[in-house]
Protein backbone atom coordinates (compact mmCIF):
# COMPACT_ATOMS: atom_id res chain seq x y z
CA UNK A 1 0.00 0.00 0.00
CA UNK A 2 1.24 3.65 -0.89
CA UNK A 3 0.87 6.55 1.27
CA UNK A 4 -0.11 9.97 -0.05
CA UNK A 5 -2.11 13.19 0.63
CA UNK A 6 -5.02 14.66 -0.82
CA UNK A 7 -8.46 16.75 0.05
CA UNK A 8 -11.61 15.38 0.70
CA UNK A 9 -14.02 16.60 -2.19
CA UNK A 10 -17.20 14.93 -1.11
CA UNK A 11 -18.60 13.15 2.19
CA UNK A 12 -21.53 11.07 2.17
CA UNK A 13 -21.82 10.53 5.63
CA UNK A 14 -18.69 8.06 6.64
CA UNK A 15 -17.94 7.71 3.15
CA UNK A 16 -15.34 10.09 1.34
CA UNK A 17 -14.07 10.86 -1.93
CA UNK A 18 -10.44 11.92 -1.90
CA UNK A 19 -8.43 13.62 -4.59
CA UNK A 20 -5.11 12.75 -4.58
CA UNK A 21 -2.59 13.19 -6.91
CA UNK A 22 -5.18 13.91 -9.96
CA UNK A 23 -7.28 10.78 -9.49
CA UNK A 24 -9.88 10.14 -6.84
CA UNK A 25 -10.37 7.66 -4.78
CA UNK A 26 -13.80 6.22 -2.55
CA UNK A 27 -12.31 5.90 1.33
CA UNK A 28 -13.11 4.62 4.53
CA UNK A 29 -11.98 5.79 8.03
CA UNK A 30 -9.93 3.97 10.12
CA UNK A 31 -12.81 2.08 12.85
CA UNK A 32 -15.42 4.58 13.60
CA UNK A 33 -13.81 7.68 13.29
CA UNK A 34 -16.20 10.10 11.31
CA UNK A 35 -14.55 13.95 12.19
CA UNK A 36 -13.65 14.56 8.93
CA UNK A 37 -15.22 16.57 6.20
CA UNK A 38 -15.25 18.26 2.80
CA UNK A 39 -12.44 20.66 2.13
CA UNK A 40 -10.25 18.44 4.64
CA UNK A 41 -6.49 17.45 3.44
CA UNK A 42 -5.90 14.17 5.01
CA UNK A 43 -3.22 11.44 4.94
CA UNK A 44 -4.53 8.22 2.76
CA UNK A 45 -2.84 5.04 2.49
CA UNK A 46 -3.70 3.92 -1.24
CA UNK A 47 -5.33 -0.05 -1.98
CA UNK A 48 -5.96 -0.21 -5.58
CA UNK A 49 -6.74 2.37 -7.83
CA UNK A 50 -9.93 3.15 -6.86
CA UNK A 51 -10.00 2.54 -2.97
CA UNK A 52 -8.00 4.55 0.18
CA UNK A 53 -8.30 4.48 3.71
CA UNK A 54 -8.21 7.57 5.87
CA UNK A 55 -4.99 7.76 8.45
CA UNK A 56 -5.57 11.74 9.94
CA UNK A 57 -6.20 15.02 8.74
CA UNK A 58 -3.96 18.04 8.25
CA UNK A 59 -4.39 20.69 10.55
CA UNK A 60 -7.25 23.00 9.38
CA UNK A 61 -7.15 26.54 8.92
CA UNK A 62 -11.07 26.64 10.07
CA UNK A 63 -14.46 24.41 10.45
CA UNK A 64 -17.95 25.05 10.28
CA UNK A 65 -20.52 23.60 11.53
CA UNK A 66 -24.22 22.62 10.17
CA UNK A 67 -26.82 23.70 12.44
CA UNK A 68 -28.41 21.04 14.20
CA UNK A 69 -31.27 20.54 17.17
CA UNK A 70 -28.68 19.07 19.81
CA UNK A 71 -25.05 19.10 18.59
CA UNK A 72 -22.65 20.47 15.92
CA UNK A 73 -21.98 18.52 13.30
CA UNK A 74 -18.49 19.70 11.40
CA UNK A 75 -20.21 20.17 7.55
CA UNK A 76 -16.77 21.73 5.69
CA UNK A 77 -12.69 22.79 6.61
CA UNK A 78 -10.45 24.95 5.10
CA UNK A 79 -13.29 27.40 4.24
CA UNK A 80 -11.83 30.94 4.00
CA UNK A 81 -14.83 32.68 2.67
CA UNK A 82 -18.54 32.81 3.27
CA UNK A 83 -21.14 33.85 0.90
CA UNK A 84 -24.03 34.63 2.86
CA UNK A 85 -26.97 35.05 -0.08
CA UNK A 86 -30.34 37.05 0.33
CA UNK A 87 -32.59 38.73 -1.59
CA UNK A 88 -35.84 41.10 -1.02
CA UNK A 89 -38.15 38.23 -2.22
CA UNK A 90 -38.99 36.06 -0.40
CA UNK A 91 -38.96 38.09 3.25
CA UNK A 92 -35.23 37.58 4.32
CA UNK A 93 -34.32 36.66 7.70
CA UNK A 94 -32.34 38.84 9.36
CA UNK A 95 -31.55 36.62 12.64
CA UNK A 96 -30.08 34.16 10.37
CA UNK A 97 -27.95 37.32 8.56
CA UNK A 98 -26.39 37.92 12.38
CA UNK A 99 -25.77 33.92 13.62
CA UNK A 100 -24.28 33.21 9.82
CA UNK A 101 -21.77 36.54 10.98
CA UNK A 102 -21.43 35.18 14.15
CA UNK A 103 -20.06 31.26 12.81
CA UNK A 104 -17.51 33.49 10.51
CA UNK A 105 -15.92 36.08 13.33
CA UNK A 106 -15.79 32.78 15.54
CA UNK A 107 -13.99 30.55 12.15
CA UNK A 108 -11.97 33.89 11.63
CA UNK A 109 -13.33 33.19 8.59
CA UNK A 110 -13.86 36.89 6.07
CA UNK A 111 -18.00 36.94 5.81
CA UNK A 112 -19.59 38.46 2.56
CA UNK A 113 -23.25 39.83 2.19
CA UNK A 114 -24.27 39.02 -1.52
CA UNK A 115 -27.51 40.55 -1.91
CA UNK A 116 -29.27 38.36 -4.80
CA UNK A 117 -31.90 39.44 -7.52
CA UNK A 118 -30.96 43.40 -7.82
CA UNK A 119 -33.87 43.79 -10.63
CA UNK A 120 -36.33 43.16 -8.12
CA UNK A 121 -37.72 46.57 -7.33
CA UNK A 122 -37.39 46.05 -4.01
CA UNK A 123 -33.89 45.36 -3.24
CA UNK A 124 -33.60 49.55 -2.44
CA UNK A 125 -35.30 49.06 1.01
CA UNK A 126 -33.81 45.84 1.64
CA UNK A 127 -29.74 47.58 0.85
CA UNK A 128 -31.13 50.80 3.07
CA UNK A 129 -31.71 47.50 5.85
CA UNK A 130 -28.61 46.39 5.35
CA UNK A 131 -26.60 49.16 5.77
CA UNK A 132 -25.55 48.64 9.64
CA UNK A 133 -23.82 45.26 8.54
CA UNK A 134 -22.10 47.51 6.25
CA UNK A 135 -21.47 50.01 9.21
CA UNK A 136 -20.02 47.13 10.89
CA UNK A 137 -16.88 46.53 8.39
CA UNK A 138 -18.78 43.87 6.12
CA UNK A 139 -18.08 43.69 2.83
CA UNK A 140 -21.62 43.15 0.91
CA UNK A 141 -22.11 42.90 -2.93
CA UNK A 142 -25.29 43.35 -5.17
CA UNK A 143 -25.84 41.28 -8.18
CA UNK A 144 -28.75 39.26 -10.01
CA UNK A 145 -27.62 35.43 -10.24
CA UNK A 146 -30.12 35.19 -13.07
CA UNK A 147 -28.68 38.52 -15.08
CA UNK A 148 -25.15 39.19 -14.38
CA UNK A 149 -23.33 37.40 -11.39
CA UNK A 150 -19.78 38.86 -12.22
CA UNK A 151 -19.42 40.86 -9.20
CA UNK A 152 -18.79 37.78 -7.47
CA UNK A 153 -16.20 36.31 -9.41
CA UNK A 154 -13.24 38.72 -8.01
CA UNK A 155 -14.45 37.95 -4.31
CA UNK A 156 -13.83 34.45 -4.94
CA UNK A 157 -10.22 34.40 -6.63
CA UNK A 158 -7.86 32.45 -4.08
CA UNK A 159 -10.36 31.75 -1.78
CA UNK A 160 -12.39 28.14 -1.05
CA UNK A 161 -15.87 29.52 -0.57
CA UNK A 162 -19.34 28.74 0.71
CA UNK A 163 -22.89 29.22 -0.11
CA UNK A 164 -25.44 29.75 3.05
CA UNK A 165 -28.98 31.49 3.19
CA UNK A 166 -32.53 31.06 3.25
CA UNK A 167 -33.96 28.82 1.05
CA UNK A 168 -35.19 30.63 -2.57
CA UNK A 169 -32.91 33.36 -1.96
CA UNK A 170 -30.87 31.72 -5.26
CA UNK A 171 -28.15 29.94 -3.51
CA UNK A 172 -28.86 27.03 -6.61
CA UNK A 173 -29.04 29.73 -9.49
CA UNK A 174 -25.85 31.15 -8.22
CA UNK A 175 -24.07 27.84 -7.85
CA UNK A 176 -25.40 26.97 -11.30
CA UNK A 177 -23.94 29.77 -12.71
CA UNK A 178 -20.65 29.43 -11.41
CA UNK A 179 -20.36 25.67 -11.83
CA UNK A 180 -21.75 25.02 -15.74
CA UNK A 181 -19.64 22.37 -16.28
CA UNK A 182 -20.50 20.36 -13.20
CA UNK A 183 -22.66 18.08 -14.61
CA UNK A 184 -23.44 15.74 -11.86
CA UNK A 185 -24.24 18.52 -9.56
CA UNK A 186 -24.11 17.17 -5.84
CA UNK A 187 -27.45 17.03 -5.54
CA UNK A 188 -28.02 14.10 -7.93
CA UNK A 189 -25.06 11.93 -6.50
CA UNK A 190 -25.44 9.19 -4.16
CA UNK A 191 -23.64 6.22 -3.69
CA UNK A 192 -24.47 2.89 -2.58
CA UNK A 193 -23.30 1.73 0.56
CA UNK A 194 -21.81 -2.00 1.48
CA UNK A 195 -24.99 -2.87 2.98
CA UNK A 196 -26.76 -1.70 -0.38
CA UNK A 197 -28.18 1.26 1.11
CA UNK A 198 -27.60 4.53 -0.59
CA UNK A 199 -26.34 7.53 1.18
CA UNK A 200 -26.54 11.51 -0.19
CA UNK A 201 -23.97 13.83 -0.25
CA UNK A 202 -23.80 16.68 2.03
CA UNK A 203 -21.37 18.36 0.61
CA UNK A 204 -18.92 18.55 -2.16
CA UNK A 205 -15.78 20.80 -3.58
CA UNK A 206 -15.63 22.05 -7.25
CA UNK A 207 -12.64 23.60 -8.74
CA UNK A 208 -13.82 27.19 -10.17
CA UNK A 209 -9.66 27.57 -10.93
CA UNK A 210 -6.33 26.24 -9.58
CA UNK A 211 -6.58 28.55 -6.91
CA UNK A 212 -10.84 28.86 -6.32
CA UNK A 213 -12.52 26.78 -4.92
CA UNK A 214 -17.02 26.37 -3.72
CA UNK A 215 -17.79 23.79 -1.19
CA UNK A 216 -21.71 22.80 -2.69
CA UNK A 217 -23.92 21.90 0.64
CA UNK A 218 -27.15 22.30 -0.93
CA UNK A 219 -30.26 23.12 1.85
CA UNK A 220 -27.25 25.17 3.93
CA UNK A 221 -29.36 27.70 5.81
CA UNK A 222 -27.00 28.33 8.33
CA UNK A 223 -23.89 27.11 10.58
CA UNK A 224 -24.36 25.24 14.00
CA UNK A 225 -23.02 27.74 16.68
CA UNK A 226 -23.46 24.97 19.38
CA UNK A 227 -19.84 25.04 19.84
CA UNK A 228 -19.57 28.07 21.37
CA UNK A 229 -19.18 28.96 24.54
CA UNK A 230 -22.08 32.01 25.67
CA UNK A 231 -19.39 33.77 27.73
CA UNK A 232 -17.36 34.12 24.42
CA UNK A 233 -20.26 35.51 22.28
CA UNK A 234 -19.37 39.71 22.41
CA UNK A 235 -16.08 38.76 21.15
CA UNK A 236 -17.68 38.07 17.92
CA UNK A 237 -19.95 41.12 17.46
CA UNK A 238 -17.10 43.60 16.48
CA UNK A 239 -18.91 46.63 17.67
CA UNK A 240 -19.42 45.13 20.83
CA UNK A 241 -15.50 44.39 21.66
CA UNK A 242 -14.66 47.64 22.58
CA UNK A 243 -17.17 47.16 25.90
CA UNK A 244 -15.28 43.90 26.72
CA UNK A 245 -13.90 44.02 30.83
CA UNK A 246 -16.31 47.38 30.98
CA UNK A 247 -19.83 45.50 32.96
CA UNK A 248 -19.91 45.77 36.37
CA UNK A 249 -20.09 41.81 36.89
CA UNK A 250 -17.19 40.16 35.00
CA UNK A 251 -19.41 37.36 34.15
CA UNK A 252 -22.34 39.89 33.02
CA UNK A 253 -24.55 38.37 30.81
CA UNK A 254 -25.64 41.35 29.15
CA UNK A 255 -29.30 40.28 29.87
CA UNK A 256 -30.13 41.51 33.07
CA UNK A 257 -27.29 42.95 35.33
CA UNK A 258 -26.98 46.39 36.83
CA UNK A 259 -24.37 48.92 35.25
CA UNK A 260 -23.96 46.63 32.12
CA UNK A 261 -21.58 48.60 29.61
CA UNK A 262 -23.01 46.73 26.73
CA UNK A 263 -26.84 47.22 27.35
CA UNK A 264 -25.80 51.23 28.64
CA UNK A 265 -24.26 51.31 24.34
CA UNK A 266 -27.57 50.08 22.99
CA UNK A 267 -29.66 52.65 25.01
CA UNK A 268 -27.56 55.71 23.25
CA UNK A 269 -27.72 54.05 20.44
CA UNK A 270 -24.17 53.70 19.61
CA UNK A 271 -25.17 49.38 19.75
CA UNK A 272 -28.30 48.70 17.17
CA UNK A 273 -31.31 47.24 19.46
CA UNK A 274 -31.07 44.44 17.01
CA UNK A 275 -27.75 43.24 17.89
CA UNK A 276 -28.17 43.38 21.37
CA UNK A 277 -31.24 41.26 21.24
CA UNK A 278 -29.53 38.65 18.95
CA UNK A 279 -26.71 38.49 21.51
CA UNK A 280 -28.94 37.89 24.33
CA UNK A 281 -31.01 35.42 22.61
CA UNK A 282 -28.07 33.81 21.82
CA UNK A 283 -25.98 33.85 25.23
CA UNK A 284 -29.75 32.31 26.31
CA UNK A 285 -29.33 29.44 24.05
CA UNK A 286 -25.64 28.87 24.83
CA UNK A 287 -25.95 29.21 28.41
CA UNK A 288 -24.86 26.12 29.92
CA UNK A 289 -27.46 23.51 31.42
CA UNK A 290 -27.90 23.87 35.21
CA UNK A 291 -29.51 20.95 37.18
P1 LIG B 1 -32.08 28.51 -3.25
O1 LIG B 1 -33.22 27.87 -2.54
O2 LIG B 1 -31.38 29.52 -2.39
O3 LIG B 1 -31.13 27.54 -3.88
O4 LIG B 1 -32.73 29.40 -4.44
P2 LIG B 1 -32.90 29.07 -5.99
O5 LIG B 1 -31.60 29.20 -6.70
O6 LIG B 1 -33.65 27.80 -6.14
O7 LIG B 1 -33.80 30.32 -6.44
C1 LIG B 1 -35.09 30.57 -5.91
C2 LIG B 1 -35.91 31.35 -6.92
O8 LIG B 1 -35.34 32.64 -7.13
C3 LIG B 1 -35.96 30.69 -8.30
O9 LIG B 1 -37.27 30.81 -8.79
C4 LIG B 1 -34.96 31.48 -9.11
O10 LIG B 1 -35.29 31.47 -10.49
C5 LIG B 1 -35.12 32.87 -8.51
N1 LIG B 1 -33.92 33.71 -8.70
C6 LIG B 1 -32.63 33.36 -8.50
N2 LIG B 1 -31.79 34.38 -8.81
C7 LIG B 1 -32.58 35.41 -9.21
C8 LIG B 1 -32.32 36.75 -9.64
O11 LIG B 1 -31.19 37.21 -9.75
N3 LIG B 1 -33.41 37.51 -9.93
C9 LIG B 1 -34.69 37.04 -9.83
N4 LIG B 1 -35.69 37.87 -10.13
N5 LIG B 1 -34.97 35.80 -9.44
C10 LIG B 1 -33.94 34.98 -9.13
ZN1 LIG C 1 -22.86 43.35 30.42
Redesign the pocket.
Given at each position: MTASTGQIIRSHGRRFIVEADGRTYDCTTRGKRVDFACGDFVDILIQNQEQAVIERSRERSSLLYRQDDWKAKVIAANVSRILF?I?A?PSPNEELLGRCLIAAEAGDIEPVIVV?????PETPALLAKLQLYVKLGYQLVT?????DFSPLLPLLQGHTSVLV????????????ALLPDANARIGDISIALDSGRHTTTHAALYHLDESSHLIDS?GLQEFGLKHLQAADLIHYFPEMRQYIGQCRFHNCTHRVEPNCAIMAAAETGAISRHRLDLLQRLTQDLAPVRL
Open positions: VAVNKCDLLSAKQGQSGMGKSTLTNP
